[in-house]
């Protein structure tokens, strides 16, 4: 559930029974029908996530697909598709993803 007045994601206080913004101080106490699920997790902000799918051939929208020639690490075919993306720091390189034309395998390098 999120707070009604800034957005920011409630979180159970075990103490008073309550969902409580850390943000505003907004207080939930009755959450009527809804479903409460819970999840823990553990996440660095250093840490970025990437989905590639598999399934399409084309770069995500924010990147510019080139065909070009690289070997395929799984089948050996010489024709990829190839695009970057900043997965690190910015003063790092960005890291270059291929992806086969042939059987579709996708790699990346740093």
């Given at each position: ?102 059987c579709g395998h ?5």
């Amino acid at each position: 559930m999120f707070c009604p007045r800034c957005g920011t994601l409630l979180v159970l206080d075990k103490s008073k029974k309550v969902y409580r913004c850390t943000k505003c101080g907004y207080e939930a106490t009755n959450l009527g029908n809804r479903v409460v699920m819970t999840r823990s997790f553990q996440h660095n902000n250093k840490e970025k996530t990437v989905v590639i799918d598999s399934t399409s051939v084309s770069a995500p929208p924010t990147a510019t697909l080139v065909k070009g020639h690289v070997r395929c690490t799984k089948c050996g075919y010489e024709e990829v598709y190839a695009w970057q993306i900043q997965t690190r720091a910015a003063d790092e390189p960005p890291t270059t993803f291929y992806k086969c034309a042939k059987c579709g395998h996708t790699w990346r390098e740093y």
